[in-house]
């Protein structure tokens, strides 16, 4: 019977990134379309391929072919659907810059939107592709279809299709004869497509939802807006042969027998910008080993040890053999930048794990004082492309933005996409108020997550809320809840993740404008990147690199000298005794109450301890029971013991750590050493193991994992104790390359506040906002540590913090590593609630000029208004031109705005003298 069933490829299927249109995952159409024998299925989402790589991925797994395409609703008088489906590598380009072009011309007419119309689009771009007219629901105007039909056959000639896609509503029989009366008039050859929206008709009353979504209603209220049935779903080959002529659905494998581009070949299209990078007499593998070479006698000035030689000769080789070398030689030039223009960055994440990185001065964690796993970063079985993120200074990253796009230019870079997903909290609100459920139900329900609990835990809170009543209601509301968890609600813009091509960009992917201005993105994220093979510089920001190079700029000007990061000493014993004692009020990472907790009882001594502290508080090692068999053990070797190996193969990847894994890469080295997995399968387990909550992916390594360490002499209890502790990890399973990068920061922070409290203090203050702490909560700590405070002040403050000569005030005894004098902090007009940076600039502006004589003088000459000197008054700092607050907010109140005549008249008046009231 199976043989006798018709072949069929799917033409027209959109997914959830059809925002509130598809009700199903790429991936899940996909495999859908493989359990009921389809040949092929189209992934044709609303001006979109945004979800296209996630169907090429599963469409790979299970060996059905995938036609990526997209789908345009015509405007105009009578307004059609249009699907477009690329023959070849021309064709996909050719859609990608229909699609860009598309979203350019509706962005400019309505943000976030599209336009394609007849007279104004140019549909020629559309070639070496298959092209289907789809008329949307509802009567069909032949006349206006015939002129479509028509102008589609002049245009694409028999590339061009008229889709037929039965629903089974009421006047099925009468749209395919006027379907087949228009093929006849025209010459347009029919062919069968389902207009999919989801993969099984069971998800019809989330799609519901989503239409009330949508359209901002009830489902209740929406009407004629809601699918009338549950058709729109993939359904059985026996069922099409049912509703459709065969002709039509035999033409489906013509349309896919004439489609054959596949996403796989993107990656032999990619080409990684060359510019002038690399000199004309080298290729990039030598300019790449020229520049490493030139690194590494700046960073090994004695000489590179035999270790990291070894270390770099393995990585360049793999890199070259990968064709990386761009890449890298991109990241350099960037920094290069950076440092050239005084901008203070440093490299984090896996590429802290190469030893090539830190030559190259994009990192600073020295792979001669580190074992980490270079695997982490690149690795031979992966075929994904390395990925390095680079913080800079928070306030200057803009600097940096700005030369990347001045060096490619915008038709060749752009910003990678984050898909913003729905979560518990947005999901309940939105489903609610699509059902209607009661706004104080909702927000109860909103804050609480015992519904994930199960069901017993869920009856038990539902009786609790007195809702034992409505169980059925809220119930399909929890349900409806669930299956939109996940589901993409809208494109965002990656933090920095910048594309960069050698040839035009939207030949590859379609590139749409983003919410901020002169900003573009593509409308792939992270993880579609990887897939495809195209490489991502991370250009990040960090506030705490803004704090460091502004406190080394106040230590130097202060001091004398010209001290940087790299010369802050790394074993000073005054700093580690602060972090001891948890005086890390402002200091990166370790500054939060939980840290502080943990840093008296771990007590870190050195840099490696730093590391393990960053990343021994997060919930991941928290959760698979770590912190206190790590703590245990620290307290064994702090009484001379000797820390016992329960397996002594496995002493490599876990003395470091006294026998407990705290790291990502830990984990790896655990997987290679026990289990005999090799470094890709390794990264493999690492990386399902980073979103196992999400996915569940990483239970499929249980069998693999335990029975290889069962067979290779390992308990069973042992095993399962390990594995239990890689599902602790969770989402939150932290690297060790990104923890070395975290701790280099974490020192130099407080390396500062230990020695040069005041210049810290200034420098946090002027790189707000940043940190854990508010700048009152900063101000009271620096006061505990005897440093002066002086007051906003009219008459004496800048924009920024600044440094005054002190006073006689000491530091008190129980800070030994303050060093002697200290200078005052002068709080800032940055300080002063309601006031503008430009108001601030033009009163400093203004000062500069001549001392102000009094309030009135201040606002005529800084150009101030009222809300402006009510602001000064409220904050004190009109203290030396108008006395007591009191006589401050009187005199303030006393400005009002003159007439433009008069506007720059003082009016020469006696000030009334308000006797001052204790507050």
């Keep these: 019977m199976a043989n006798q069933l018709p072949d069929y490829a799917e033409l027209h299927a959109l997914s959830n990134f059809s925002f509130q249109r598809g009700a199903s995952h790429a991936e899940e159409l996909v495999e859908r379309a493989y359990a009921l024998g389809y040949s092929a299925i189209a992934i044709t989402d609303e001006c979109s391929v945004a979800g296209v790589v996630r169907a090429h991925v599963a469409a790979k797994k299970h060996g059905i072919q995938l036609l990526p395409g997209a789908g345009f609703l015509m405007q105009g008088d009578c307004p059609i659907g249009l699907v477009v489906l690329p023959h070849d590598a021309a064709g996909w380009g050719n859609l990608c810059e229909f699609i860009t072009d598309a979203r350019k011309r509706g962005d400019a007419l309505e943000k976030g939107s599209y336009r394609v119309a007849l007279g104004e689009t140019d549909f020629s771009l559309l070639g070496n592709c298959e092209i289907l007219l789809s008329p949307l629901q509802g009567a069909i105007n032949t006349e206006a279809l015939c002129t479509h039909a028509e102008w589609t056959r002049r245009l694409f000639g028999l590339k061009s299709w008229l889709a037929v896609e039965l629903q089974q509503g009421l006047d099925d029989a009468l749209r395919l004869q006027q379907l087949q009366e228009v093929s006849l008039r025209t010459g347009i050859r029919l062919v069968a497509a389902g207009h999919v929206l989801m993969h099984v008709r069971s998800r019809k009353p989330l799609h519901d939802v989503m239409t009330a979504i949508k359209l901002g209603k009830t489902v209740h209220e929406c009407g004629f807006a809601l699918q009338v049935n549950a058709e729109a779903h993939l359904r059985s080959r026996m069922r099409l042969a049912d509703i459709y002529p065969a002709q039509l659905l035999r033409a489906t494998q013509e349309v896919a027998a004439r489609c054959r581009f596949s996403l796989d070949e993107i990656r032999d299209l990619y080409r990684y910008p060359k510019q002038d990078i690399v000199l004309a007499t080298e290729t990039p593998a030598q300019c790449l080993r020229r520049l490493t070479a030139e690194g590494a006698l700046t960073r090994y000035p004695s000489g590179v040890p035999p270790k990291i030689g070894r270390q770099l000769d393995k990585e360049l080789a793999l890199i070259e053999e990968l064709h990386y070398e761009m890449y890298f030689i991109t990241v350099h030039d960037i920094v290069r930048f950076a440092r050239m223009q005084k901008i203070l960055c440093q490299g984090r994440g896996s590429a802290a794990n190469s030893a090539v990185c830190y030559c ?247 840099f490696y301890d730093l590391v393990v502290q960053v990343a021994i508080v997060r919930p991941g090692p928290i959760q698979g029971g770590m912190v206190h068999p790590y703590l245990k053990s620290r307290e064994t070797l702090r009484k001379l013991g000797r820390i016992e190996f ?274």
């Excluded at 909290?425 to 609480?448: M, N, P, T, W």
């Excluded at 929890?478 to 091509?501: C, K, M």
């Excluded at 014993?573 to 008296?600: H, K, W």
């Excluded at 830990?666 to 980073?690: K, N, W, Y």
Aim: glycine content about 8%; aromatic content about 8%.
């Design 360 to 606: 190259l001065g994009i990192t600073a964690v020295n792979p001669a004082e580190s074992n980490l796993l270079f695997e982490r970063f690149i690795s031979r079985e992966r075929s994904e492309p390395p990925d390095i993120d680079v913080d800079f200074e928070h306030q200057r990253r803009e600097e940096v933005i700005q030369y990347i796009y001045e060096k490619y230019g915008h038709e060749r870079a752009a910003i990678a996409a984050t898909v913003t997903t729905y979560r518990p909290r947005s999901a309940l609100r939105d489903v609610g108020k699509a059902l209607g459920v009661a706004a104080a139900l909702i927000e109860q329900f909103a804050k609480e997550h015992f519904w994930f609990d199960g069901s017993a835990v869920l009856e038990a809170k539902l009786k609790e809320a007195g809702l034992a009543g409505e169980t059925g209601p809220v119930l399909q509301w929890l349900n409806l809840a669930t299956q939109l968890i996940g589901s993409p609600r809208h494109l965002g813009q990656h933090v920095g993740g910048f594309v960069l091509t050698q040839g035009k960009l939207t030949r590859l992917v379609p590139i749409q404008p983003a919410s901020m201005e002169h900003r573009r993105i593509i409308q792939w994220d992270k993880d579609d990147l990887d897939a495809m093979g195209l490489l991502k510089v991370d250009v990040l920001a960090l506030g705490m690199l803004s704090a460091i190079r502004r406190c080394l700029q106040l230590v130097n000007q202060t001091r004398g000298s010209e001290l940087e990061m790299h010369q802050i000493e790394s074993d000073d014993e005054l700093t580690y005794d602060m972090i001891c004692e948890a005086n890390t009020v402002g200091v990166f990472q370790i500054e939060s109450r939980a840290q502080m907790s943990m840093l008296p009882r771990l007590r870190p001594r050195n």
């Design 646 to 919: 329960e397996y002594p193969d496995l002493k490599p990847a876990l003395e470091r750590t006294l026998g407990v894994p705290i790291f990502q890469e830990q984990v790896m080295q655990i997987a290679m050493i026990a289990a005999d997995f090799t470094p890709g399968e390794a990264d493999d387990l690492r990386r399902s193991m980073a979103a196992w909550k999400r996915k569940g992916g990483v239970d499929r390594f249980h069998g693999r994992l335990v029975n290889a360490m069962v067979r290779n002499g390992y308990s069973a209890e042992f095993s399962e104790r390990i594995f239990s502790q890689i599902q602790g990890f969770g989402e939150y399973g932290f690297p060790e390359s990104h923890a070395a990068s975290f701790a280099k920061l974490v020192y130099v922070s407080c390396w500062l506040k230990c020695h040069e409290p005041a210049c810290f203090l200034a420098a946090l203050i002027n790189s707000q906002p940043m940190g854990f702490y508010a700048p009152s909560q900063l101000v009271q700590d620096a006061r505990r540590h005897g440093i002066e405070m002086r007051a906003v002040d009219v008459t004496a403050s800048g924009w920024d913090c600044t440094l005054e000569p002190a006073g006689e005030t000491l530091a008190p005894s129980q800070y030994p590593g303050i060093r002697q004098p200290q200078p005052a902090v002068r709080l800032g007009l940055r300080l002063v609630a309601g006031l503008s940076e430009n108001a601030g600039q033009r009163l400093v502006a203004a000062r500069a000029g001549a001392s102000f004589a009094n309030t009135e003088d201040l606002a005529l000459r800084a150009q101030l208004g009222t809300l402006e000197i009510n602001a000064l008054a409220a904050a004190d700092a009109l203290l030396p031109l108008a006395g007591h607050r009191r006589q401050q907010v009187w005199q303030a109140a006393a400005i009002k705005p003159a007439p433009l005549l008069l506007k720059a008249v003082p009016t020469h008046e006696a000030a009334l003298v308000l006797p001052d009231t204790p507050e």
